[in-house]
């Protein structure tokens, strides 16, 4: 299965995005999915993981901001972000969790700047 994120984009300070993940087949099959970010000249994070039947996790950075879910009929996994700060500045990725899949999608770019 691929995964490919989209959504990002340039926003300020206090905006909110939705980003979405397609999935190239079915991610029934796949316990747990998550949203990751990389933000410049840091190493890749996770910051929100989903399971098959929807129990979430965050953060502490984007807890209560960030909002994942995931539609299996769609195969589709979603990241409210809302209150966006400019260290949320990354590109985003979402992948399996806890053993991603390789190789990563492109990821999505979510600038936060004024």
């Known amino acids: 299965v691929q995964l490919q994120a989209y959504g990002g984009g340039l926003v300020q300070p206090g905006g909110s995005l939705r980003l979405s993940c397609a999935a190239s087949g079915s991610i029934l099959s796949i316990n747990a999915l998550g949203w990751y970010r990389q933000a410049p000249g840091k190493q890749r994070e996770l910051v929100a993981p989903v399971g098959s039947g929807g129990i979430a996790n965050y953060a502490n950075s984007v807890k209560d901001r960030f909002t994942i879910s995931r539609d299996n009929a769609k195969n589709t996994v979603y990241l409210q972000m809302n209150s966006l700060k400019p260290d949320d500045t990354a590109v985003y990725y979402c992948?399996?969790?806890?053993?991603?899949?390789?190789?990563w999608g492109l990821g999505t770019l979510v600038t936060v700047s004024s």
């Open positions: 992948n399996a969790v806890p053993r991603p899949f390789h190789p």
